[in-house]
């Protein structure tokens, strides 16, 4: 059978992907607002340490800030690992890319619905099934890309495929529990992504075999 025809440079993609990454990881920070409103602004000027007082009300969206920063990073590195092994890119690898980047440029939408209704479990569960998303497309990627080493290095080894799967489902699995805690009514679920590093040193490659 012949192969399929590439259809898009690996480098081109790349800058595409990095730009879009880029692009989010920026406009997180603009989720961090410095209260404006006239009574805000009176209790800090009363208050006996008035940065203090204001710090204290951009913590959640400094939380949320540094948890989706990570997050996106995380996906951004996971994405170059498999980069890395992919000999060209064909069609539907190229549309499946696409959507996955739809989803990162919608994150730092998530991420301030998250922590301006920090108090609703909802939008908490907008942001994780945003990580679901991403998570599930970038596993399709790579899924679509190693069955049967149909457009990465031949030579690439089951066991390299299989961690780096492993290594794609953390974030999701992660989002997967978050949400459960949301829809028993927690509102503090998005913390458990602060877990993400410590799977994330965990022999993952020993666990896959």
């Known amino acids: 059978m012949a192969a399929t025809p590439e259809v898009m440079g690996k480098n081109r993609l790349e800058n595409l992907t990095d730009g879009i990454f880029a692009f989010a990881m920026t406009l997180l920070v603009l989720g961090i607002e410095v209260p404006t409103d006239a009574e805000a602004a009176a209790q800090a000027l009363i208050n006996a340490n008035p940065v203090d007082t204001l710090l204290a009300t951009l913590y959640p969206d400094v939380t949320h800030y540094m948890l989706a920063f990570i997050i996106i990073a995380a996906f951004w ?77 031949p030579k690439l080894p089951d066991s390299e495929i299989r961690h780096i799967k492993a290594t794609i489902l953390v974030l999701p699995a992660i989002a997967f529990v978050a949400m459960c805690f949301a829809l028993a009514g927690e509102t503090w679920s998005v913390m458990l992504f602060t877990f993400a590093p410590i799977i994330y040193a965990l022999p993952l490659r020993k666990l896959m075999g």
Not at 79 to 86: G, Q, T
Not at 115 to 135: C, H, K, M, R, S
Not at 136 to 141: D, E, G, M, R, S
């Open 77 to 153: 590195v996971i994405a170059h690992s498999f980069s890395e092994h992919i000999r060209y890119v064909d069609r539907k690898l190229l549309w499946l890319n696409i959507a996955k980047l739809m989803f990162v440029a919608l994150i730092p939408f998530s991420t301030d619905l998250a922590d301006t209704y920090v108090q609703f479990p909802n939008a908490a569960l907008v942001f994780e099934a945003n990580i679901i998303i991403i998570g599930a497309l970038l596993y399709l990627q790579w899924a679509y890309a190693s069955s049967k080493h149909r457009l990465i290095n």
